[in-house]
């Protein structure tokens, strides 16, 4: 049976996106994805065929990606950059997890599926799937939510 690395690099950096984006925001774990995903592209292409080219690529991937993306991704993540005004105030829905303000889950926004966590200045300890919550404000990439029967504190958005 021949195994078709260029797959096997794309589901590896797929799996590394997810981590980022679902369980470990803003640690970088998506430049290696990123890289992953590069390298499972030259393969298809038939560029590196030895392991130790495989790797050399995903390494140098990796570094290039970073280099390219790390100032606008930290721009994004300290809420710095803009984008994020016409989300607060908005209505939501918990659509997955459940959230409380120490574990995160997922709302449905205008079409959209964002990480979100209970605000802190919430009244509330849970808010349960299909919850209808306001985004009260963004923080390091991850919405910041109250119950939709709250008043949100929308006096420190970014």
Not at 37 to 54: C, D, H, I, K, N
Not at 58 to 87: E, H, I, N, Q, V
Not at 111 to 117: E, K
């Amino acid at each position: 049976m021949d195994i078709d690395y260029a797959y096997l690099w794309m589901i590896g950096g797929g799996i590394l996106l997810g981590v980022e984006t679902l369980l470990l925001p803003g640690v970088g774990v998506i430049f290696a994805g990123l890289g992953a995903v590069t390298v499972g592209v030259a393969l298809l292409l038939g560029l590196p065929e030895s392991a130790v080219a495989q790797f050399t690529l995903f390494f140098a991937a990796t570094a290039l990606w970073g280099a390219l993306l790390w100032k606008p991704m930290r721009r994004a993540m300290s809420g710095s950059s803009p984008g994020y005004g016409d989300m607060v105030g908005q209505p939501a829905k918990v659509v997955k997890g459940g959230l409380s303000k120490d574990a995160n889950g997922v709302i449905a926004w205008s079409g959209s599926f964002l990480t979100a966590r209970l605000d802190p200045a919430s009244a509330r300890t849970r808010l349960d799937e299909g919850a209808d919550v306001v985004i009260s404000r963004m923080e390091k990439g991850v919405a910041l939510v109250t119950g939709a029967d709250e008043t949100p504190d929308t006096s420190s958005t970014v």
